[in-house]
């Protein structure tokens, strides 16, 4: 048998485990540049190595072929995954990088060539932050005005900051005039010109310094120099670039200079999976701007998930239909079970469906919960510490070392006589949150010499507050004293410990604190809400302050071992994972999708915000392989929306539930599912998404032959050339609509002749069928 025939062969075996969409992939042409839409678990990575194989088939140079990853796990597990699959064709593999692996070998090279100067690469995190500390020194000896001092306050914002920028291809000043920020952290752009010019004198580089380095020299190269420096990259001829709704305007830009045509690419990933906009990820790149850029681009759908089944699928299609009316998720594993809470106390919900999960024979390892936002963990994790069941915190902090929970701790060790008996206190170090939180005020050394003399000798910290206030003038000063004060009486709500962190709350202005320091008004309101949730538990264990501390203490030490059981973690941490069971915490309008005051349908910032919620909510649903919880109980007016398929679209506001819950169209799905795993036909189902439905349907074969109907009250929700049923007349066709006050409605009927009706009296169910 001749090679070619032999590798013929070899594909053909590897092309029956692909379907008809994967296969175009596979085989696209080697001279156009190719989009690739995946959906969740649409086999991206089966994909992409068969395309692959098929390039080095067609003869195609392994070393011509570069390959890109957005993180090293990533990278790592398609590097195994590809050898594998090339090891018993005896094909060499061509390079599979992450983007920083990349930029570190490209700098290595500028800099033996002498295009940029060596720099000694630091990788952790505690440099930078040192080196921003060293920033910030020098800003305060020049006079730069800086608002915030507390480093607790704006180091994070500005590590973020700094992300930003970088990733970006604008200057410091227009990433934070775009960022919107609060007035207050406009000192980040001077902090930022200062950390640069401290790290370039000291000849540093960070991970994000290895793209955005090449590229500020790259980028203003003449033709003849850019072409020079091409000599130094590796002469990829094939472009593969994975989870590309993720790149940043940096990473773009770069790769576009260093590899333009006649260099091929073929980029893969999801516009609605992209979740990283707040680190830099731009994913009107993949949406608009490639399409734009590269001519002939030949776009390729992968519609179809293996994770999950036709429920998960129908909602995820229903949802998303929202952001892109053309886009479908068909799923086609495993059938999914989708629920709603069985309890309106989150805990007790929780550990409800943990116990049915675990009689069901299967893991917790294989379970997770899933949030929106850090305050939502919160009853989730005192929960499961209650009642000693195993869970694995991702990505964010153990509870009880979150900054407002211990405050909160430390005001209740106050409660419990911690001024007299320091050891009373959960750690030594919470004697910090009674003078930072909210903050003394004053010089940066002086906070700290008071802190260390509070800690050597508790019982004296009112005094040393008021020492404090004797020196400073006005309201500043009052508010010291009366701080003081307080932290005197404090102890008087030991056996009304709740009550206590309420009224010390209130009287100490902590959340009027917390609006002002934070970047966002989402940043404060999870720092308030993390405060409540904990105030809860507090008032629901009951007793005394220092019986709750000694309980939390416990339970603390109890799970700080654990590695293993649940898994807890925020959504964004989810992406790429999947579970057998996943339980979607915090779905409350307002707090998912996020904002203070709806301003969707008439400010195009704030839809494009409503956009990207959308899009984290469409992750987290898309996580789930066999169950899907939602830890939410509708009230009886959400339930009867949710039957009747409505998605509410004005006074949203009202309800508690998520829209996002009501866009997904569950009891809709519900009976669709059961249509179709009972082999049914001819059900009529309430919905509003009937015509994305009729698509899902049409796309899977076979299918139950459905109809939809969406009942409607009045003008706005019918159209010329809807299909509408009638009780006495049938089937029908709206016509048209009188533009008079009345709004009269003229339908065609067919055989029954042309028909009109008032909108406000009408029984005309609107109804969309299978063809």
Known sequence: MSEDILRQTQMSASANRLTDEQMAVVQHDLTRPAKVIAVAGAGKTTTLIARIEYLLSQGVDAAQIGVFMFNKSAQEEFSQRLHQALAHKGWRAPSVMTFHAFGMRLCRRLEQAGWLETAKLLTDDFSLIKLLREAMQGLLKRGEKVTIQDEKDWLEDMLLFIDQVKASNMAAQDVFEQLAWSKERRFFVALYEELENLRRRQKIRFFADLLSDPYALIAQLSAEDLHRISAL????????????????????????????????????????????????????????????EFADTVTYPLSTSFRFGHAVGLMASSVISENDGNALVVGMGERTRVSFAKSAKTGKALLGELKAWLDEGQSLDDCAVLVRLYSDMVPVQLALMHKGVPYQLHGDSPLLENRQIRMLMAYLAVMAGGLEQAKVFFQADDLEYLLTVPSLGGAVAQRRHLIQQAKQAPHLLPQIIENMADSTEGWRGKKLLERADWLRSLSAYRKDPAQGLLVTLEKLGIYRYFESTSSKD??????????????????????????????????????????????????????????????????????????????????????????????????????????????????????????????????????????????????????ICDAWYQARDGDVIDTEKGSVFQRYLAFVQPSPRLSFRHKVAGKSQLKPGDKVRHDQFGQGVVVRQEQNDRQMIFVDFGEAGLKRFNPKHTKLVKVSSRT
């Open 233 to 292: 990259v590796p002469n990829f001829q094939i472009l593969l670039i994975d989870e590309f709704q993720d790149i940043n305007p940096c990473q773009y830009a770069l790769l576009k200079r260093l590899y333009p045509a006649p260099c091929q690419w073929m980029i893969v990933g999801d516009v609605q999976q992209c979740i990283y906009e707040w680190r830099g990820a731009s994913p009107d790149i993949m949406a608009r701007q490639f399409d734009v």
């Open 522 to 671: 989402i940043q404060a309101q999870e720092k308030i809400a993390t405060c409540e949730a904990f105030i809860a538990y507090v008032r629901g264990v009951g007793g005394e302050a220092a019986s709750i501390l000694q309980q939390l203490a416990s339970l603390n030490e109890r799970q700080s071992d654990v590695a293993q059981g649940v898994h807890l973690m925020t959504i964004h941490k989810s992406k790429g994972l999947e579970f057998g069971q996943v339980l979607l915490c915090g779905l409350q309008e307002g707090r998912f999708p996020y904002y203070e005051e709806d301003l969707s349908a008439i400010d195009k910032q704030a839809a494009n915000e409503l956009a990207a919620e959308r899009r984290l909510f469409y992750v987290a649903m898309t996580r789930a392989r066999h169950k899907l919880v939602i830890l939410e109980t509708p009230s009886a007016d959400e339930n009867k929306q949710l039957k009747l398929g409505n998605i509410p679209r004005a006074g949203i506001k009202s309800l508690s539930l998520s829209r996002f819950i009501f866009e997904a169209q569950p009891f809709a799905v519900s009976q």
